[in-house]
């Protein structure tokens, strides 16, 4: 079975810093990765996923992602973040069945 | 494109009344609905999956009986949670899919209390 694990339950950040989350994942088939991420009371937003192809993926928002399979390692990067990215960021993995695995979620708190 | 709707967006109720809860895709057939529940600074828990016109199939601990599913059509499925009780006060989120694909799109949620 898969598994999906964010280690960083909360990342403090100051405005204009860039920022990586990490997300490791566990699947003894292939993958498919997705990063969401949730404002307030709000649902889930697709940032970027990795289906196949280039292992660097670029999403919205200045976000981008890079595959490492070696690593078993999906970790999201922004370069320079913004007040409003403050949220909560999800790294989920499915195997193709559409089944989502969600980590346990990471919280980006940035401060001006 | 690929937008997908909730109904109410929040609801409160009486302990022991049902509540139902509308998930729809707006501009898509969804093949497949996902319900999710998820607590307060927790990560979304999949309760069932729904393929349209068959039952749905429910992860192990959600009470079948207790958190009823329809997936009457291709954009349109429903939960109810019946005889609700303070315990199940969460925020339910659906999701939908299309055959062939590997991304499911989100509902933005609806928020339960029961109190």
């Known amino acids: 079975a898969q598994s999906v694990t964010q280690l960083d339950s909360q990342v403090p950040v100051f405005e204009e810093a860039p920022v990586e989350l990490r997300c490791n994942y566990s699947?003894?088939?292939?993958?498919?990765l997705f990063w969401y991420v949730q404002y307030p009371n709000q649902g889930l937003q697709l940032l970027l996923k990795?289906?196949?192809?280039?292992?660097l993926v670029k999403g919205i928002n200045g976000f981008e992602a890079e595959f490492n399979k070696s690593q078993t390692s999906f970790h999201l990067r922004k370069p320079s973040v913004h007040i409003s990215d403050t949220a909560e960021y999800f790294c989920a993995v499915n195997t193709g069945f559409q089944k989502l695995v969600f980590g346990t979620g990471t919280r980006l708190l940035v401060s001006p | 494109g690929a937008v997908v709707s909730q109904h109410p967006s929040w609801v409160i109720c009486k302990s022991g009344t049902s509540v139902k809860i509308e998930c729809r895709s707006l501009?898509?057939?969804?093949?497949?609905m996902f319900w999710y529940r998820q607590f307060p600074k927790q990560s979304l828990m999949l309760m069932a999956t729904s393929n349209e016109g068959s039952k749905a199939t429910y992860e192990q601990g959600v009470e079948k009986d207790k958190f009823l599913i329809n997936h009457a059509s291709l954009t349109l499925s429903t939960l109810t949670v019946t005889s609700a009780h303070p315990e199940d006060s969460s925020f339910y989120i659906c999701?939908?899919?299309?055959?062939?694909?590997?991304?499911?799109?989100f509902g933005p949620g609806t928020r339960l209390t029961v109190l």
């Open positions: 699947s003894s088939v292939s993958v498919y």
């Open positions: 999701s939908a899919g299309t055959s062939g694909t590997n991304e499911q799109f």
């Open positions: 990795y289906l196949s192809g280039s292992t």
């Open positions: 501009d898509f057939q969804a093949t497949t």
